[in-house]
Structures are given as structure tokens and as C-alpha cells.
């Protein structure tokens, strides 16, 4: 039902902004208090604006050591 401790993975949110003065969207990692359509006063990487707003924040699915081999007949 749940899953094992061998099972359990860190989980690492991302949360992408974007710039309110070029439309430039970014991500970088979760801090504490991110909300969606939140704005924060950061630093575009493209046009150094200081305002961006948060769009979305996402958990990035982790990859998996053995991809799954297609079977050819």
C-alpha cells in the first residue's frame, strides 16, 4: 500500500518565473513561501530586470536507472 523506504524519493520542486519586464521564463530551485503568481523581487538572467512573477512550480519526475526495453518481433 506504501511505499517502502527503498521506494521513497527526494522529491525536488522547481519554480519557474518569469520576467515582467521581457516575458524571459526561468526556473530555479523551490524556497520556502513560492507561490503561484506570486511576484519576487529577483534578477532576470536575460535583461536584468528585478521583478519577476512565479508561474508555476513543478516536481521534475526523477529518471529511471533501467529504461524499459521495447520487445521487437
Not at 8 to 26: A, D, E, G, M
Amino acid at each position: 500500500m506504501f511505499p517502502s523506504s527503498r521506494e521513497r524519493q527526494i522529491l525536488n520542486p522547481l519554480t519557474f518565473l518569469k520576467c515582467l519586464s521581457c516575458s524571459t521564463i526561468n526556473s530555479r530551485p523551490f524556497k520556502e513561501g513560492d507561490y503561484v503568481f506570486g511576484e519576487v523581487e529577483e534578477k532576470c538572467p536575460k535583461c536584468g530586470g528585478d521583478r519577476m512573477k512565479i508561474v508555476g512550480i513543478y516536481v521534475k519526475e526523477p529518471e529511471q536507472r533501467e529504461k524499459r526495453q521495447k520487445q521487437t518481433f
